[in-house]
C-alpha cells in the first residue's frame, strides 16, 4: 500500500520577534483547510536582507514554541539551521521532498511577497515543487502580478493586524507592545532581556 503523504504548509520568516500577526496569518492558512500541518521555519541566514543585531537562531525557535504551544497542527521546524548558508526557500523545500518525498508541500506567503516574488531565488523552479498558499492583504493588486504565478497560487481569507517585528525591534521598550505579543513570549523577552540594547 501506498504511504498518504501529509499536506504541509511551510511558513519561513525571522520570527524575530514573534507576534499576534503571524499567530493570525497562521490560524488563516490552517482554516484554509488544504494543509493538514502548518510547519514555521525561522530562517537562520535570511539571503535577501541583513538584519543587524539580529536575535540568536535559538531564541527567536524558542519564542515560536511559546507563542504556538497551544496551536494544534503547527511545527516549529528547525531545518534550515541545519542547511549550508545563505538559506534558500528553494533550498529547503528540495531537502524537504527529498527526504519526505510522500508529503505535498505549499509555500505559505502573504500577498505583500506575491508581489515580489518574481524576484525570489529561482522562483519558476519554486513554483515547479510547490503550491504558493497566499493570505490575502487589502491594497495590493495581486491581479496584476505574472499569470505564470497567480496560476501556482490559491488565496485564503485573512483579516490582518497592523503590527511589525520591525516595529517591535525599534521599539525603546518591546514589553510597550503588550497585547500584540503572546504573554508567554514577553516573559521570554524580559527573562533574557531582548532587545533592550538597540
Given at each position: 500500500m501506498m504511504e498518504r503523504g501529509l499536506r504541509i504548509g511551510l511558513f519561513g520568516g525571522a520570527f524575530?520577534?514573534?507576534h499576534n500577526g503571524h499567530i493570525k496569518v497562521a490560524g488563516s492558512f490552517l482554516s484554509s483547510?488544504?494543509?493538514d500541518e502548518l510547519h514555521l521555519l525561522p530562517t537562520a541566514s535570511p539571503p535577501?536582507?541583513?538584519?543587524?543585531?539580529?536575535?540568536?537562531f535559538h531564541h527567536r525557535s524558542k519564542m515560536l514554541r511559546l507563542a504556538f504551544?497551544?496551536?494544534?497542527?503547527?511545527i516549529v521546524n528547525g531545518i534550515?539551521?541545519?542547511l549550508s548558508q545563505p538559506s534558500y526557500s528553494l533550498q529547503t523545500i528540495e531537502h524537504l521532498q527529498t527526504r519526505y518525498p510522500s508529503n505535498t508541500y505549499f509555500l505559505c506567503i502573504g500577498e505583500d511577497n506575491l508581489t515580489s516574488f518574481h524576484k525570489w531565488h529561482k522562483y519558476r523552479e519554486i513554483l515547479d515543487r510547490v503550491i504558493?498558499?497566499?493570505?490575502?492583504?487589502?491594497g495590493?493588486?495581486?491581479h496584476q502580478q505574472d499569470s505564470e504565478i497567480l496560476e501556482n497560487a490559491v488565496f485564503v481569507d485573512h483579516e490582518e493586524i497592523e503590527i511589525s517585528s520591525?516595529?517591535?525591534r525599534s521599539a525603546d521598550d518591546p514589553v510597550s507592545f503588550e497585547g500584540e505579543i503572546p504573554d508567554a513570549v514577553l516573559d521570554y523577552i524580559r527573562k533574557h532581556k531582548l532587545y533592550s540594547d538597540r
Open positions: 524575530d520577534p514573534v483547510n488544504l494543509i535577501h536582507k541583513e538584519l543587524p543585531n539580529k536575535t540568536s504551544s497551544g496551536m494544534d497542527r503547527v534550515e539551521n541545519n504558493l498558499l497566499v493570505a490575502a492583504r487589502p495590493f493588486e495581486s520591525t516595529d517591535i
